[in-house]
């Protein structure tokens, strides 16, 4: 019984374990998923302002196309009327907005440059960080599913040396009751021979006893015709000495009629 309460009470440690190591991992996979969204989201965020920031540098650059188009038409419309200082103002004014152009380029350019830097740098910090807590985190929750899985290895050892003494004590209790039953056995069998000895003895005293009384019978009856045959002589004795009183009294009293008669005569 103790060492079936003793399972019982390590499979429930063991299932407890099992059921706070899928906890963790769930949690685990909770903060991941948590991550990923974040980290997804500032991928976006940092898309989209390069979207707002491309589509602004088309609109600046469109307005300089435009101008760059009017300074062409001039030109064109210059050189063909023929002018000479005016193509040549138009020319430079066409540099200077090529240069104003190229410069915008290169400013806009460096800035979506130091832009996309600082948001990298910003997404790599984030990640490194992620990655550090992450890591961290893991290591720790990596140790505590270690000392999760030696305690589940040790409570797994200890239900199997539980099941070896289970059926150890099994056994043993098995043998103990054929043991017992035998002994049992035993027992019955003496007693049941002590039994049949004396009851063999008393059979024969009986039987002894019997024949006692058999004899005892015999000689109570052959007593009881003795005593039948000597009632029978005293009772024909004393008949025998009834009718001789009897007599007796007969001649005595013919004697004194006798008597009384000769007293008469005379």
Known sequence: MALQEAAQATIASLKALVQDKNVRIDELRRQLELARADFDAKQQAAHDDQERRNKRLYQDNHAYIGQL??????????????????????REMHQGLMDQLKQVHMDVQVKEIATLQKVNHSLVC?????????????????ADLLAKDKKMALLRDAIIKLKEEFLKAQEQQAEDSVRDKRKQTSQQHDRIDDLTDK????????????????????EIQDVNQKYKRAMALVAKSKAALNSRDQSLKAAELRDQLDRCKAKLGT
């Open 69 to 90: 188009k009017d300074a062409l038409d001039k030109i064109q419309h210059l050189e063909a009327q023929g002018g000479g200082q005016a193509v040549v103002a138009a």
């Open 126 to 142: 984030d990640v490194e960080a992620f990655e550090k807590g992450h890591q961290r985190q893991t290591s720790q929750w990596k």
């Open 199 to 218: 009851n063999a003895h008393l059979t024969a005293t009986i039987t002894m006893l019997q024949e006692k009384v058999d004899g005892l019978t015999c």
